[in-house]
């Protein structure tokens, strides 16, 4: 998946979806757009759990609500593992930074 694919698709996502079940990422935007996309499904079935509770329907409402809270759930995760592949790179360009202040050739 290259980095500059952003899904605008059912299709677009399913695609997504499945590199992400089997663990084929290939950058930090990937587990960005993953969370995105759990992000976005969770608000979508928020907005049915309202729905349905609106009209009386326990049922409905519980199984979205369900739905809602496993995607929320996705998404942070996602979200923490994009945000601690930026901070390795911030630490690997913290490090390039300090070894070029004391004259270390770049590299090491």
Known sequence: ?????????????????????????????DH???????????????LAAAVADDEGDDEANARHAHLAYR???????YAEIAAMDNESLEDTIEDA????????????
Do not use: C
Request: overall charge negative.
């Open 71 to 77: 995607h929320q759930l996705n998404a942070v995760q």
């Open 97 to 108: 930074v300090s070894g070029a202040l004391m004259g270390e050739p770049a590299g090491r």
């Open 32 to 46: 960005h757009r993953m969370a995105a996309h759990h992000f976005s499904a969770a608000a979508k079935h928020h």
């Open 1 to 29: 998946m290259s980095q500059d694919h952003t899904p605008n698709t059912a299709a677009d996502l399913d695609t997504l979806h499945d590199a992400a079940e089997d663990d084929e990422f290939e950058s930090i935007g």
